[in-house]
């Protein structure tokens, strides 16, 4: 009991050098903290805007065109038969169905022209899956039957183009034939996710089939359920009902449609780790700085202290204490300085203006800026790290300084 208090009153004796120790492993953990708050919210917003503007939470594609999907083949399309649809329709978990035709395409405004994704949907189906209909920023929703289109407001600004302009995409059909698709823009969105703006132009699904010869066939359904977490239990339902009824169709989580996204969430998993290490060198360095320097200029202490009758172990228990205390007092003052960014991130976000606008050219769906987002558990987290790490780094230079010899040690000059 001695020792702790002992420890606990040593920590008013350099008070400068304390709090300077305290304050660079505060610092240190605020960077942490603040990065993890940005990285984890740059995570939550591109899963976001991938399931409301790109996947849905769950597609269902034909095998083979799912293993080629990023080329828009025209091959191994499906139909949204009857049969399909009563299956879908009969899970209750499933809140929208969208059908869609995906393509390759040229977009021609008479002067300039340049190649983009077209995507052919039913409107009223379309909207049960996704948002883009909320983020118009001018005009209206295309309708069926219509020879109209809606593209970015990002897109249009690049080709020139405005409400009521017309346009002409061409495209190859199925037959490999070059066909003309004429329409006229009656909507410009503005979405968080700049890789839809800047390279989708969406069309009504029957005149996308007409004009590419497919028939009814679409290219793959996209559908959204009621609870996110329930998704893999629904593509298992799924892929059960299409293998007993002899339907070479299969259905996909929304991770498998955005590799690219999930593989940069691991990448930044690992950044972190590396962030976390610098941290925890800060920590161990500055402890053990600090300990080293207790130890020199209490060296005849410590020597009367052992003269005394007090142990070695209870030598080494007060620097530790020290220690502890000094990396508590870094943990709450870095978490106090972590509430405060984090807090500022989640309120007023990091503009991506500093970064050119948007996050697309690294292949991340945002656009605009990045909020951060509340992680309560690496708050707790990193502070019981920064006192297990000021423990455990205080033991070596405490035991060294505890190990003179009492009589060198008083005498010491």
């Given at each position: 009991m001695f020792s702790i208090k002992l420890g606990l009153r040593n920590l008013t004796r350099q008070k400068r050098r304390n709090l300077i120790t305290a304050l660079i492993i505060a610092f240190a953990f605020f960077a942490y903290l603040f990065m993890?708050?940005?990285?984890?919210?740059?995570?939550?917003?591109?899963?976001?805007?991938?399931?409301?503007?790109?996947?849905?939470?769950?597609?269902?594609?034909?095998?083979?065109?799912?293993?080629?999907r990023e080329e828009l083949s025209l091959d191994n399309l499906l139909y949204l038969s009857?049969?399909?649809?009563k299956s879908l329709q009969d899970i209750d978990e499933i809140s929208g169905v969208s059908p869609e035709l995906k393509f390759t395409a040229?977009?021609?405004?008479?002067?300039?022209?340049?190649?983009?994704?077209?995507?052919?949907?039913?409107?009223?189906?379309?909207?049960?899956?996704?948002?883009?209909?909320d983020y118009l920023v001018s005009g209206t929703m295309i309708s069926l039957e219509s020879h109209q289109a809606i593209m970015g407001a990002s897109l249009a600004r690049l080709m020139d183009l405005k409400i009521n302009d017309?346009?002409?995409?061409?495209?190859?059909?199925?037959?490999?034939?070059?066909?003309?698709?004429?329409?006229?823009?009656?909507?410009?969105?503005?979405?968080?996710?700049?890789?839809?703006?800047?390279?989708?132009?969406?069309?009504?699904l029957?005149?996308?089939?007409?004009s590419l010869n497919v028939e009814e066939q679409i290219s793959l359904i996209s559908i959204r359920i009621n609870q996110e977490k329930e998704k893999n239990a629904v593509v298992e339902n799924l892929n059960r009902l299409f293998?007993?009824?002899?339907?070479?169709?299969?259905?996909?989580?929304?991770?498998?449609?955005?590799?690219?996204?999930?593989?940069?969430?691991?990448?930044?998993?690992?950044?972190?780790?590396?962030?976390?290490?610098?941290?925890?060198?800060?920590?161990?360095?500055?402890?053990?700085?600090?300990?080293?320097?207790?130890?020199?200029?209490?060296?005849?202490?410590?020597?009367?202290?052992?003269?005394l009758g007090?142990?070695?172990?209870?030598?080494?228990?007060?620097?530790?204490?020290?220690?502890?205390?000094?990396?508590?007092?870094?943990?709450?003052?870095?978490?106090?300085?972590?509430?405060?960014?984090?807090?500022?991130?989640?309120?007023?976000?990091?503009s991506l203006g500093y970064l050119g606008g948007d996050m697309s050219t690294y292949g991340i769906p945002i656009l605009d800026k990045i909020y951060g987002v509340w992680n309560f558990s690496a708050f707790v987290f990193l502070f019981l790290l920064g006192v297990t790490v000021a423990l455990f780094s205080s033991i070596a230079?405490?035991?060294?300084?505890?190990?003179?010899?009492?009589?060198?040690?008083?005498?010491?000059?």
């Open positions: 993890d708050s940005l990285m984890e919210g740059m995570e939550e917003m591109s899963f976001k805007n991938i399931i409301n503007f790109d996947t849905g939470h769950i597609q269902i594609a034909h095998p083979d065109y799912w293993e080629e009857p049969e399909v649809q040229t977009l021609n405004n008479g002067i300039d022209e340049m190649p983009v994704i077209g995507l052919g949907i039913d409107p009223e189906k379309y909207k049960n899956v996704f948002i883009t209909q017309n346009i002409t995409l061409l495209v190859r059909t199925k037959e490999e034939t070059f066909n003309a698709i004429d329409v006229e823009v009656v909507g410009l969105f503005r979405t968080p996710n700049p890789m839809i703006d800047g390279s989708t132009v969406f069309l009504p029957d005149i996308v089939q007409q293998q007993e009824k002899n339907l070479k169709l299969e259905a996909y989580t929304w991770e498998e449609s955005a590799e690219t996204v999930i593989a940069l969430s691991v990448a930044k998993k690992a950044g972190a780790s590396v962030i976390l290490a610098v941290v925890l060198l800060i920590g161990i360095v500055g402890i053990i700085n600090n300990i080293i320097l207790s130890a020199l200029e209490r060296t005849e202490e410590i020597g009367m202290m052992k003269a007090m142990k070695e172990t209870e030598i080494v228990l007060v620097f530790m204490v020290e220690a502890v205390g000094i990396g508590m007092l870094g943990g709450i003052l870095g978490c106090l300085l972590g509430v405060l960014g984090v807090g500022w991130m989640s309120k007023y976000g990091f230079p405490a035991w060294w300084a505890a190990r003179k010899d009492p009589v060198k040690a008083i005498y010491h000059r």
